[in-house]
C-alpha cells in the first residue's frame, strides 16, 4: 500500500514492483488484456497481462484500505481487517505477476529445447487456468 501512494504521488518504483507504476498510468483499453493482438503464448506478452491485473487490483485494494481506514468507527486493525478479502487477492496477483515475468527472463538460460518446450507448456497451462478461475480480474 506504501507502493501506491508512492505511484499516486507521481514518483517511480524500482525493483519487482515497477510494474506498479506503468501499469496504473495506463488508460482503459490499451492494456495487453484487451488488444487485439495480445499473444498469449509469447511468455513476455503473458508477463505483462499479469501484471496490468496485479496492478488494477492492488490500486483496488488501496483503495478500499483506504475507504474503511476513513472510517471513525473502524481502528486501523478493523480496516485492514474489513479490506483482508481484496489486500489477499492482490498479494496472490502480485505473486503471479513475479512468477511471469522471473519464468519470461529464465527462457535466457541455458537448457535443453526439450526441456524449454516442457517448462513453456507447463506455465503456458498455468497461466490459462489462473486466467480461466479468476476471468474478472483479467477484463474490465
Known amino acids: 500500500m506504501k507502493?501506491?501512494?508512492?505511484?499516486?504521488?507521481?514518483?517511480?518504483?524500482?525493483?519487482?514492483i515497477k510494474y506498479?507504476?506503468?501499469?496504473?498510468?495506463?488508460?482503459?483499453?490499451?492494456?495487453?488484456?484487451?488488444?487485439k493482438d495480445a499473444d498469449l503464448g509469447d511468455l513476455f506478452k503473458l508477463a505483462d497481462v499479469f501484471e496490468c491485473a496485479a496492478a488494477r487490483l492492488i490500486a483496488l485494494a488501496a483503495q478500499k484500505l483506504a475507504h474503511f481506514s476513513k472510517?471513525?468507527?473502524?481502528?486501523?486493525t478493523q480496516a485492514w481487517n474489513r479490506a483482508a478479502p481484496w489486500l489477499i487477492?492482490?498479494?496472490?496477483?502480485?505473486?503471479?505477476?513475479?512468477?511471469f515475468v522471473h519464468f519470461a527472463s529464465a527462457q535466457d538460460y541455458e537448457v535443453s529445447r526439450?526441456?524449454?518446450?516442457?517448462?513453456?507448456?507447463?506455465?503456458l497451462?498455468?497461466?490459462?487456468?489462473?486466467?480461466?478461475?479468476n476471468t474478472l480480474f483479467f477484463i474490465e
Open 125 to 133: 497451462l498455468y497461466a490459462l487456468t489462473r486466467i480461466e478461475e
Open 71 to 76: 472510517q471513525a468507527d473502524l481502528s486501523p
Open 89 to 99: 487477492r492482490a498479494a496472490e496477483a502480485h505473486g503471479e505477476a513475479l512468477l
Open 20 to 35: 506498479l507504476s506503468h501499469w496504473t498510468s495506463v488508460s482503459p483499453g490499451t492494456d495487453p488484456i484487451v488488444t
Open 114 to 123: 526439450p526441456l524449454r518446450k516442457v517448462l513453456k507448456a507447463c506455465i
Open 3 to 16: 507502493a501506491m501512494r508512492v505511484v499516486q504521488k507521481g514518483q517511480t518504483l524500482t525493483g519487482d
